[in-house]
């Protein structure tokens, strides 16, 4: 059965089934696999001409087995996956000779989280079926997050979710996407207050859970929860095969907010896909690259851009990787982590660390200004609409390629509908919405207006969990 440890080498090893139900470990580190499943070329080869929902279970079973029956998890990725509404689930667009994107936003609320979350959803009933429990999922979002989780759980006998948004600074259909959802276990609250402010409510509350009076656990959604990265490594490998390999490399471009969905294609690489480049695309919250490109790691203050999807201002799941380009040394990461976390002075890595980094990664921040030109040019060369946090993607790709004989695929995280800032600035006309959301406009909402102070919050969450 697979291990779990945390990164910070302090923190009991979990089963995945303990893993799935926390959210940081308890030395504050986050959870990453003690031995990566790897697969030979030959063996990935024999996947070829698999379909998306077994491809999936090849990869995922090896994370879960002895915690999830083999055939029960086939029956789940089945369920989830015939809901999207593309039969190849993740189909490649061509914009170019040898270039790519991979379509992520086929699932039901347009964006690539939802590949991780509907089986989230899936996975926390099911294991808390068998233990007889409940949780409680609370969660912090800007945009794509929230809805992603709402869809993913609304279905859950056994989770009570309450997404916290900021009051009117959410767009109107990522607002929608998550308060027209129906269902007796699902609370929107509209925070009076910033982003930061519910972020901060929501951190409080997995610090110190009284609130929930022992009797239920808090469950984290964001991408620090393991299941969500390995929900995600599968459409690497999926890109991959339908594109040649592992007979021959590929190239990924991943427009990175968190580190979560590109540190699923690295996993793939451990795991025996053979990847020559990944790259790491970000907007002007560009943490990550001025840390990658000059060795300085240094906050900086929030930016909102028009991708908003990807403004965070630190990139949780780095640490992920920072632990094995420190070989995997829980007590030198705790101690890297906790002048990282200071924010005073600028920190660098060590120098055969960064190394390490740039032999596996290459990476650019997009400006606004370059997003709108991307989303133009590829629209002119193609007629095909990038999502802007796509077209981040794109642009990076297109300035970052070392080869192009290899096949360069952008993940493309989104539906250009999702975000209309963008496409308007661009100058396009909104595209419409999808069928099954093409009523969104006129559907009731359901949203709780509430002041940004954690007390009243957390009571409105008591006395919503323990109606029954
Ligand atoms: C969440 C999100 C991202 C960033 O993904 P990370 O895993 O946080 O790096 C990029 N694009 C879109 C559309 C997203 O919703």
Redesign the pocket.
Known sequence: MMKYISTRGNAPELTFEDVLLTGLATDGGLYVPKDVPQFSPEEIESWRDLPYTELAHKVIYQFVEGCVDSAALQNMLNDVYSGFGHKAVAPLQQIDHNEYVLELFHGPTL???DFALQLLGRLLDYVLERRHEKVVIMGATS???GSAAIEGTKACRNVDIFILHPHGKVSEVQRRQMTTVKGDNIFNIAIEGNFDQAQDMVKASFGNQQFLRGERKLVAVN?INWARIMAQIVYYFYSALNLGGPLRPMAYSV????????FAGYMAKKMGLPIEQLIIATNSNDVLHRLMSRNQYEVHPLQHTITP??DIAVSS?FERLLFDLYDRDGAKLADLMARMNAKKDVVSLDEDKLAKAREQFDSYAVSEEMTVATMQEVFAETGYLL?P?TAIGVKAARECRRNARIPMITLG??HPVKFEEAVLRAGFDMPKLPHHLADLMEREERVNVLPADLDTVQRFIAANTFKD
């Not at 427009?255 to 590109?262: A, K, L």
């Open positions: 964006a690539f989280k945009g794509d997050t991408s427009p990175t907010g968190n580190f979560g969905d590109i999807s990807m799941n999502d946090h995280t989104a």
